[in-house]
């Protein structure tokens, strides 16, 4: 196979993206692994080389016939697919490392030019850096776990192991009924667009340079009753907005509600797979600024919107609607949800990326811990994304500069972390 | 004792719906394994609550939402038969 079809989701970010063509963006997406020494670049140079022997979708490119062929991962022969790149830079200070990390995250890979992924070994620190619509968060992790299997195995896949499977098979219900489900999707879009959102970024009209703080936290263990309560995204959710709804307030923004998209991951649990592509659907939820104020109520309300959104077939719904996005995604945006017409998208971005469970070593290190860092749009300007590892859990804060300042990121940091109850690690 | 069996019965109903719906092809759970470890996030437990609400005939109000209550299939089971007891 030589051509990869972008899914649904996929073709949402790049659309997304395109509504601010010309300013260069950045779409790239980081998984940092921290490990407790240094990985030799060559084992994972030798370890991405023998991955494109299986699966070329690493160094491909992203390609669409002209004029409205539907958008794909293109590869050529295994001779002419050149590797990802592989940068090795020694040990540096904490603020050096992290302003590395930050250049990294701005670097816009352009995937009609170079491979979607790159890796960069930073001291301690393992970073896989890829063009988000080749693969979601899950999708990642898969990867370099995959990679790690073929370092461990001398760049064999195992003996007696099922041959991996690296693109996920494509639904099997007749067009008619998936076109009858879409539609269904498509009324509950027009029912959000009634009411345009606002974000901090509103107004932002230039490209500004991403960046994000990441801390990590452990759970306070007495509260273990009711750990499971503050893990769920609702209840979370609820909190991010109510350090938003704090912000919102001080600027004197309108009591518009906040329109926020959840991604419901698609991946079976478990799946150490390396699928390509962002295996999502979205849930879009909706409150209001002064309704974080009773949190638990608001957390609850939120839970019972997921349960009937899943309960009637509605977010099942939407991931077979944006399958339909194949030729013409953006065309569909400014038509479904106009208000993207001004670049306008969500109140913000919030997700909980879960957490990544590493079987053993990765390239002879052991994991001390990994986060995931998005970038993000000049609007909505900000987002705030849960990760977990090894015990920890960190809470990443990506920001458009200008949007809010470093001590407008230091409260929402705080209020999160009163609200689930969180020590500092360091 | 026939409790301890309706108990096991809820929790084979529980995983095989777990793992035929949640979990990936060859990483199946057992009615012990903890169901955050295995991955299942909040999207996938509120699928294990409707599928709950669909064979067994309630709604688990969040203030059952205890660790105690639902870190296990078996320990969901022991919930929903304690629940499905008359007062």
């Not at chain 1, 989701?9 to 980081?30: C, E, K, P, Q």
């Not at chain 1, 938003?244 to 329109?259: I, K, Q, S, Y």
């Not at chain 1, 390239?363 to 849960?386: C, D, E, Q």
């Amino acid at each position: 196979m030589d051509r990869l079809a972008l899914r649904g989701a996929d073709l949402v970010l790049v659309g997304m993206h395109w509504l601010w063509r010309g300013l260069g963006l950045s779409n790239n997406t980081l998984f940092v692994v921290e490990l407790d020494a240094p990985v030799d670049p060559e084992r994972i140079r030798r370890a991405l080389d023998r991955f494109l022997d299986l699966c070329p979708w690493p160094a491909a490119r992203l390609a669409r016939p002209f004029p409205w062929g539907a958008l794909h991962w293109a590869a050529g022969d295994r001779a002419g697919l050149p590797a990802p790149l592989v940068r090795h830079r020694p040990a540096a200070s904490d603020d050096e490392r992290h302003a590395a990390l930050e250049a990294e995250l701005n670097a816009a890979i352009d995937p009609r030019r170079e491979p979607p992924l790159r890796v960069l070994i930073l001291g301690r620190l393992l970073v896989l850096t890829w063009f988000h619509p080749l693969m979601d968060p899950r999708g990642g992790q898969n990867l370099l776990v995959h990679l790690a299997d073929l370092d461990r195995h001398g760049g064999r896949v195992p003996e007696g192991a099922a041959r991996p499977v690296f693109v996920a098979a494509p639904d099997p219900r007749p067009l008619r009924e998936r076109g009858r489900i879409a539609r269904s999707s498509l009324a509950h879009m027009r029912a959000l667009a009634a009411v345009p959102p606002i974000s901090l970024g509103t107004g932002v009209t230039a490209r500004g340079r991403i960046r994000f703080r990441q801390q990590r936290f452990l759970e306070r263990e007495p509260a273990g009753e009711d750990r499971r309560a503050t893990r769920e995204i609702s209840w979370r959710l609820a909190l991010v907005g109510r350090a938003l709804a704090e912000l919102w307030r001080r600027r004197g923004l309108p009591d518009v509600p906040f329109l926020v998209p959840i991604s419901v991951d698609l991946r079976p649990k478990g799946e150490p797979g390396p699928i390509f592509g962002n295996l999502l659907a979205f849930h879009f939820a909706r409150f209001r600024p002064s309704e974080t104020a009773d949190l638990p109520e608001l957390a609850r309300t939120l839970r019972g919107r997921m349960a009937e959104a899943l309960r009637d077939g509605q977010i099942e719904a939407n991931a077979v609607a944006m399958d339909f996005l194949r030729y013409r995604p953006l065309r569909w945006m400014l038509r479904e949800l106009p208000w993207t017409a001004e670049r306008e998208t969500f109140s913000f971005n919030c997700a909980d990326i879960g957490e990544f469970v590493p079987a053993g070593t990765l390239f002879g290190r052991t994991v001390v811990n990994a986060y995931h860092a998005p970038a993000i749009l000049p609007r909505p300007g900000i987002g705030v994304f849960f990760n977990r590892c090894c015990g920890q859990s960190n809470l990443v804060t990506t920001w458009v500069e200008g949007v809010v300042s470093e001590d407008e990121v230091t409260r929402i940091v705080d209020v999160i972390r009163e609200g689930l109850g969180w020590d500092r690690t360091c | 004792m026939p409790k301890q069996s309706d108990s096991d019965r809820v929790a084979g109903a529980l995983v095989a719906f777990i793992n035929d719906n949640i979990m990936a092809h060859g990483h199946p759970i057992g009615p012990d394994d903890d169901l955050e470890g295995a991955g299942v996030d909040s999207m996938a437990f509120l699928k294990i609550l409707l599928f709950v609400e669909r064979e067994f005939g309630f709604w688990m109000p969040d203030e059952d939402l205890l660790r105690a209550n639902i870190a296990s299939a078996r320990a969901l089971a022991g919930y929903i038969c304690r629940r499905g007891k008359p007062a």
